[in-house]
């Protein structure tokens, strides 16, 4: 049964800071007293949000608030930092599958689908949306996400006023993702993990452009400035949970957003179709001291999640085999990328990456026996498909393999000119580095076990 904390967090005047981040800055919300009333027809003024450099997540603060506000939880459970300002969730006390360790109730939600009914009067939502639509077709799927990044705008510029203030303040400052990485940071990661990084801050530079056509009524002091809008947007993309019923829609609650990533969850995130409350229920028995964890994507290939998030998960089993070359080839025979995979502690090479490095030698050979290979990939004819590769085994090997010293080529040159860079200026190089390392060990046994074989 779930009770309420009896933690007692002081609640001093809160100060309620809002850091942003651009290379190591830090921001703060704006004060009450330099706002002014925001409606359709008038914009506040925001001043003097620089404040400080090395103001930390207020944490306490921002459960103490949820707490006044309906979150609930079990005994044990607690905010977590080994002291690098990194905060997650943890239980001081054993806790049996199937139980609910938290609830946060509706009212401290932010709902993209509620942004649409609280701003759809006053603010023109739907021609920003449109002007985004127009900008690239695929972006149509991230209206959710794009209004909750409308929603963390209108926020901040309430100040001290905003009722999500106290969330506010918890949050990170500091990204390590795509949409934070610079074209020095790209040019240092294999094609995969590049196009993935482009790909996130690339929609980023798209909801930018459509929030700065002026159809919103968001003071342009905060849609003008860079390192605002690039926090919020980080906010948003970081820390939602999408639902698919009643209506596909893209959700945000307070305290379950401080969970972190793991390969072997222990608790899952839900949201009740009716209220949109949310629940965090252990999936598995969670023992006293270990950290709560949830699932942020597929654990079989971490470059998404590296793109996505800026962090390379522990326990990787297996990585993506970089044939960005072969997409084509990829498509046609209905793969997904999870399918097409190394073996991080084996270098051991997944069938599906044979087969489509076959597709393309057959091509290029004789298109009718390319469809033929095709054919019984997509009927799963596995006898016709090992006469092919025993047939043509000696050029799939060669090509894989020169496709894998490729790779261990370029990662080895991309590394050396990530390390070369300032840390100050490039503080995402040690996650590049670790991503580039991941890749290179991986491909190093891929390659001897390669070389083996012929």
Known sequence: MISMSTRCVPLLSVLLLLLA??????????????????????????????????????????????????????????????????????????????????????????????????????????????????????????????????????????????????????????????????????????????????????????????????????????TGDDSVMKFAYNVAL?????????????????????????????????????NNNCYVTAIADIYAGSPLSVSLGDPTDPTPLFAKYGFLPTGCNTIFCKAIHLEPQINELGYEFNQLLFQTDTGEVYPAVWDIFLLKILQDYDADLASQFTMACQNNDEATKETFHSNYFAYTLEALREHVYSILNDVDQMTMEAQSYDLETHPRVPVIVAHNNLVRDTFSMTASLLDSMG
């Not at 900008?135 to 149509?140: F, I, K, S, V």
Request: charged share 20%; glycine share 4%.
């Open 21 to 222: 981040f651009r290379n190591g800055v830090s921001f703060l919300l704006p004060s009450a007293s330099s706002l002014l009333t925001t409606s359709s027809k008038s914009r506040a003024t925001v001043t003097n949000t620089l404040l400080n450099y090395s103001q930390q997540r207020d944490v306490y603060t921002m459960e103490a608030w949820a707490i006044e506000n309906g979150y609930q939880k079990v005994d044990g459970v607690e905010l977590y930092s080994e002291g690098d300002d990194d905060w997650s969730m943890m239980t001081n006390t054993d806790i049996p599958a199937g139980t609910t360790i938290m609830f946060i109730p509706s009212n401290l939600v932010l709902s993209s689908d509620a942004i649409v009914k609280e701003y759809g009067r006053n603010f023109d939502l739907e021609l920003t949306e449109n002007a985004l639509k127009q900008m690239e077709r695929d972006l149509a799927k991230r209206l959710p996400l794009f209004r909750l990044l409308v929603k963390i705008l209108a926020e901040y510029e309430k100040g001290e006023n905003s009722f999500y203030a106290p969330w506010i303040n918890s949050l990170p400052t500091q990204y390590y993702n795509g949409v934070s990485m610079t074209d020095a940071c790209f040019a240092c990661l294999p094609p995969y993990a590049a196009l993935l990084s482009m790909n996130e801050r690339n929609a980023y530079s798209r909801f930018l452009n459509a929030i700065r056509k002026g159809f919103l009524p968001l003071n342009p002091d905060v």
């Open 238 to 274: 970081t820390r939602f949970h999408e639902v698919i019923e009643p209506t596909r829609q893209k959700l945000i609650a307070p305290m379950a957003d401080m969970i972190n990533h793991s390969s072997e969850p222990n608790a899952e995130i839900s949201f009740d179709t009716e």
